[in-house]
């Protein structure tokens, strides 16, 4: 079965200092990996994903991810962090046996302090 | 460009009334997607579809029905509201049974039932 585990609920940095939102998932097969961010009243963006090629995934706005499958990890990190970073991020995954489904994380909110 | 756009973005409902909430994309993408998301949670999957006229339960169903008609349309229908369905609903859509896509959302239609 896939899931996804998004270890913080909440994560707090200083504007300026570097990001990590941690995210484990588990999968039967070969995942493909995500990483969307949602901004308050806002659908979900795609900041990045993970598909078999390169293991460190360069996305939008400066983020990226490492895939580790030893540690079946899909970490996203900025190495500073910008006021208008704030948000909920979710890690999703999907490999070929969930088909098209989609599962996702509960979410880690990011707070930036200025 | 639209992408995905949902209609209406909020609505009060009265316990027992029913409503459609209505979801179009511009993209010519073959799936469509609903979830719902509930404070503290990731999305479930309420239904799905893989092109016009074919559908599919996801991970929670139960209350909700949805039609495919054509490929750009995918509206849930909510018959008898409960409660239970306060939440925020996102339509996505993507282009290829391929899990190497990612998925498209809408901004999302904010339903309270009373």
Known sequence: AQSVTQLDSHVSVSEGTPVLLRCNYSSSYSPSLFWYVQHPNKGLQLLLKYTSAATLVKGINGFEAEFKKSETSFHLTKPSAHMSDAAEYFCVVSDSNTGNQFYFGTGTSLTVIP | NAGVTQTPKFRILKIGQSMTLQCAQDM???????????????????????????????????????????????????????????????????????????????????????
Not at chain 2, 47 to 69: H, L, M
Not at chain 2, 80 to 87: D, E, K, R, Y
């Open chain 2, 28 to 114: 010519n993408h073959n799936y469509m997607y609903w979830y719902r998301q509930d404070p503290g949670m990731g999305l479930k999957l309420i239904y799905y579809s893989v092109g016009a006229g074919i559908t599919d339960k996801g991970e929670v169903p139960n209350g909700y029905n949805v039609s495919r008609s054509t490929t750009e349309d995918f509206p849930l229908r909510l018959e008898l509201a409960a409660p239970s369905q306060t939440s925020v609903y996102f339509c996505a859509s993507s282009y290829l049974l391929n899990v190497n896509q990612p998925q498209h959302f809408g901004d999302g239609t904010r339903l309270s039932i009373l």
